[in-house]
């Protein structure tokens, strides 16, 4: 049965909405450093006081925006990977890797927040309770669970277990249990080694620093992903390109 809101409760959650849309414009136009509580009351018409009835701290209110963002791109990388569902896990990885740089260039000062510099007094001891940290968790199931089924479908290529550092190794080790299913741990360094290839071109090219090479960087990415497919020994199965 579904749960009536009090007056109360729907004014408190209008609020809460406006507060944290009023948040992302100031992020839009002036990036994370331009949030405040401060800043933020005041482009609504609240005392500071006011406003921290709903968060008591900035970083509380960042970390529900983050929460929110990381919402929204999982969505949309979600609806990606799920429009080419009878294509299988290959073309759903490249739809889904298509539509990470899409919404990133569309939303670079949202990415910068999300995957910018940390955020103070979040990282190693990050609560697992904490809505960021659970959002982040599933935007990257979307990767890790594609990745898992291309190798479950038909293993590619990874190092065995002593051909790894035991340094890497023992890291690894800790790591691989956030994936949905058990994989070797090969298989979980070489989807790291593809996630950092598709990250670091997707920021360099949000952060502006392929410029001094690239005046238009999808062709780039696109060879990137084919290298990607490649690693994931389904290059022979996979277009290089959207399809027209």
């Known amino acids: 049965m579904a749960t009536t809101l009090s007056r109360r409760e729907r004014v408190r959650a209008a609020t809460v ?14 990036g994370p450093d331009g ?13 500071a006081p006011a406003l921290y009835r709903y968060f008591p701290s ?14 929204e791109l999982t969505e949309a990388l979600e609806a990606a990977r799920d429009g080419e569902a009878e294509a299988g896990a290959p073309f759903q990885l490249g739809a889904a890797s298509r539509e990470f740089r899409g919404w990133a260039l569309a939303n670079r000062r949202e990415f ?26 599933r935007f990257g199931l979307i990767f890790g669970g594609l990745v898992a089924r291309i190798y479950l479908d038909d293993p590619f ?43 670091g071109m997707v920021a360099m ?22 290298d990607l497919a490649t690693k994931l020994g389904f290059a ?9």
Do not use: N
């Not at 949030?35 to 005392?47: H, N, P, V, Y």
């Not at 900035?58 to 919402?71: C, K």
């Not at 022979?236 to 027209?244: A, I, N």
């Open 17 to 30: 909405a406006e507060i944290k849309e009023t948040a992302r414009r100031i992020l839009v136009a002036e």
């Open 35 to 47: 949030l405040s509580l401060r800043a933020i009351a005041r482009e609504m018409g609240m005392t």
């Open 58 to 71: 900035r970083e509380d209110l960042v970390i529900a925006l983050i929460a929110d963002l990381y919402d």
């Open 112 to 137: 910068e927040l999300l995957f910018g510099s940390p955020i103070p007094g979040r990282g190693e001891d990050e609560d697992d309770d904490d809505p960021a940290h659970q959002a982040s968790e």
């Open 157 to 199: 290529p990874i190092p065995a277990d002593e051909e790894i550092p035991p340094e890497l190794r023992q890291e690894l080790e800790t790591w691989r249990s956030w994936f949905p299913v058990e994989l070797p741990l090969g298989a979980a360094q070489v989807f790291l080694s593809c996630w950092i290839q598709l990250y």
């Open 205 to 226: 090219e949000v952060f502006g620093h392929l410029r001094f090479a690239l005046s238009d960087a999808e062709p780039m990415f696109e060879s990137e992903l084919r």
């Open 236 to 244: 022979d199965k996979y277009p290089p390109s959207p399809p027209p």
